[in-house]
């Protein structure tokens, strides 16, 4: 996770947050610009904008480490900490869904996934609907996870894994 609580990073013209992520409130689905957002300006409803809009951290604006070819308008991507931290998630842009695939991301990604590991955290991948799990030896396509079911990992042992099972599943532990 990031080291800072303070921005290192300025969205300036990046907008890419209003395309990928989903805005409950907004009935907004994920992939499709907002309504409210004047591309590559930002938001025209800032000062009322949703809690979800409110509370959302772009991991590119508190992490010094990544560059500026790590600025979503230009990876084509925004990454987001979820599950309290347990999880860094890319939401891709559907017209370049395997930008995340390409130098210098993967490589980096794949590094990022060894070092969560050990702390019982994980990388995945949201594109066109599916999840991809990002871990060191492999990538595992989930595909889509339907709202009655949830990712379980297991990051210990010599064959981690990654796999849906339905969120009543006593495997299942919520961090």
Do not use: N
Not at 5 to 13: F, N, R
């Amino acid at each position: 996770m990031p080291d800072t609580d303070t921005p290192v990073h300025a969205c300036g013209e990046c907008t890419m947050c209003c395309k990928v992520m989903a805005v409950d409130e907004l009935a907004k689905p994920a992939g499709r610009w907002c309504g409210h957002c004047d591309i590559a300006k930002g938001c025209k409803i800032y000062e009322s904008r949703p809690g979800e809009c409110r509370t959302f951290d772009c991991v590119w604006r508190f992490d010094a480490a990544l560059g500026p070819e790590w600025r979503p308008d230009t990876a084509h991507f925004v990454m987001a900490y979820e599950i309290g931290g347990k999880r860094l998630t890319l939401r891709v842009d559907p017209q370049r869904p395997d930008a995340w695939k390409q130098p210098p991301y993967y490589a980096r990604l794949k590094q990022m996934a060894r070092q969560a590991m050990p702390r019982g955290q994980y990388v995945m991948v949201a594109s066109l609907g599916r999840a991809i799990v990002i871990l060191p030896e492999r990538d595992i396509d989930l595909g889509t996870v339907g709202p009655d079911e949830r990712i379980a990992t297991r990051l210990w042992g010599p064959d981690p894994d990654a796999f849906k099972v339905h969120k009543s599943d006593s495997r299942l532990r919520e961090a």
